[in-house]
């Protein structure tokens, strides 16, 4: 087998695991490449593309989700398919791909949570934020999901932009809400929410916290509701007044919560309170039910490397809450007959390349891409300079390995069909979107999601 893979009668044959902002900007990649031609198929396994696009960004963020327009660009070139429905492991095992492509190229995120390892935290009413955002953008694995939203206080813990978008969905008007795509369970059960007061529990200082600048003032300018900083919590050490020094974006977030804090409180209806060097420690219920959360106060102590961490001072207190949303971070999880870093939640590689293990050899033909590969980190914008690294090091592999016999399986679709499995192309895709715009329409809203497979199968005649 000799004949080189490349050229446009026998294309270079790539696989993409995931069909999120990693794997579309791999494909984008990989389409700029000039050295060769290749065809790609993108594989997901829910019916719609765009990953956290569609499902993690708010619903009340709508130009970030612009970014589909490029997607879109890159799965109408012909050398693209975008094979929806089709779960890794399952329908399509990776033996399948192996002998399908010439390459496989993971992209498949970061779908679990972070634990917080505390007792109580899975009482009822403790929930990951991750299954909130999941939830109110229409995830089909997350939209039977109930929250109860009876109570008057909400904790969120974490000081990421997840804890932010979170925060402000729980206090934002029902009004507001109603203009945009959130998924309807989701506004069915916000309209009727008794939260009053949300509060945010950061376990470090003003200084460490990892919310970017729009998103925190966006806090401070929701309509009918007050921010509240505790003056006491904006108290820096030395080597936090000096992160402020060499950190623009701290330094930024720091002068937003002073304005925050020295702002009075307008007496509006709804409020979100903002707490720094403040960790959980337990989740105290009733009944199964979280009713409170009992809290210490922290300080920080510099390692030797210089990282501040967070260390308790043996203060508690007791903060009465029916709902904790845990926003401490995303978690990769393993896929069948690939290798897993179990401590980093990632697939192991380097610059990209799978590797059998953390440090370990190159698994040949393999690559990896966006928060499977690097972890849960960074906005949309930061997976494209990450394709563009993992499609680097598949190029050089290429030049040094060349591509290797020709897989011999046949077309992914005929194997699809032979499975009885429903896939769902490109133009499906489309024919789903130009539906859920057209019931958006009628209610002035953006789009109407569909969220149960079932249906959007049924809708596509599938
Ligand atoms: P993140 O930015 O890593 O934030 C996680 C937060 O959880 C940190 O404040 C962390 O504190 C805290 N934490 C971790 N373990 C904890 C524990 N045991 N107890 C208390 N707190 C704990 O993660 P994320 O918010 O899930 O966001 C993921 C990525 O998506 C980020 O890069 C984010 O910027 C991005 N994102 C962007 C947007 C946007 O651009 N609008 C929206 C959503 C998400 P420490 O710092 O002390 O570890």
């Known amino acids: 087998m000799s004949e080189r893979p490349g050229t446009s009668e026998r294309p270079l044959r790539i696989a993409i695991v995931g069909a999120g902002p990693a794997g579309f900007f791999t494909a984008g990649a990989l389409l700029k490449e000039t050295d060769f031609v290749c065809s790609i198929d993108i594989f997901d396994r829910l019916p719609t593309p ?9 619903p009340d963020h709508p130009s970030i989700k612009k970014v589909t327009g490029k997607f879109e660009k890159i799965a109408s070139d012909p050398s693209v398919r975008f094979l929806g429905n089709v779960t890794f492991g399952e329908e399509v095992t990776r033996d399948d791909l192996k002998s399908r492509y010439h390459r496989i190229v993971y992209a498949v995120g970061a779908p679990a949570d972070r634990r917080l390892g505390i007792p109580g935290e899975d009482l009822a009413g403790s929930w990951p934020a991750t299954a909130f955002v999941a939830w109110y953008n229409g995830h089909p694995d997350f939209a ?6 009876s109570c008057e206080r909400a904790v969120v813990v974490g000081n990421g ?9 729980l206090v934002r008007s029902s009004e507001e809400l109603a203009r945009t ?3 309807d369970h989701a506004l069915a059960a916000l309209r009727g929410s008794r939260i009053r007061e949300v509060v945010m529990l950061g376990r470090r200082g003003p200084a460490q916290a990892k919310f970017t600048n729009v998103e925190l003032k966006e806090l401070g300018k929701l309509e009918g509701v007050d921010v509240e900083v505790v003056d006491s919590d904006l108290m820096l050490d030395a080597d936090s007044a000096a992160v402020l020094k060499s950190n623009r974006t701290a330094e930024r977030n720091y002068e937003i919560l002073r304005e925050m804090s020295a702002r009075p409180s307008s007496g509006a209806e709804r409020r979100i309170v903002l707490r720094f060097l403040t960790s959980p420690v337990e989740l105290v219920g009733e009944e199964g039910r979280v009713t409170c959360v009992r809290t210490e106060r922290n300080r920080l102590v510099t390692g030797p490397n210089g990282y501040q961490s967070a260390e308790g001072t043996g203060e508690c207190r007791l903060l009465d809450a029916g709902l904790v949303l845990r926003s401490v971070g995303y978690r990769g999880l393993p896929l069948p007959d690939v290798p897993f870093d179990d401590a980093r939640g990632v697939i192991p590689n380097l610059a990209g390349r799978v590797t059998d293990g953390p440090g370990g050899d190159p698994v040949p033909g393999e690559y990896a891409v966006g928060w499977i590969k690097r972890g849960p980190t960074g906005i949309i914008g930061t997976n494209k300079a990450d394709a ?7 190029v050089e592999d290429l030049r040094v390995e060349g591509a290797g016999p020709a897989p011999p399986g046949g077309d992914v679709e005929e194997l ?26 009628a209610e002035g809203r953006p789009r109407v999601k569909f969220v149960r497979v079932d249906d959007m199968l049924r809708v596509l005649g599938k």
């Open 416 to 441: 699809l069909a032979a499975r009885g499995v429903r896939y769902v192309t490109f133009g499906d895709w489309i024919n789903l979107d130009e539906q859920e715009k057209r019931n958006g329409e």
């Open 144 to 149: 039977g999901l109930e929250f109860d939203l």
């Open 161 to 169: 932009n997840v804890a932010v978008d979170v925060a402000r969905i």
């Open 50 to 58: 765009y990953g956290l696009v569609r499902d993690g960004v708010a």
């Open 388 to 394: 563009a690294e993992t499609v680097r090091t598949l």
């Open 181 to 183: 795509d959130i998924a």
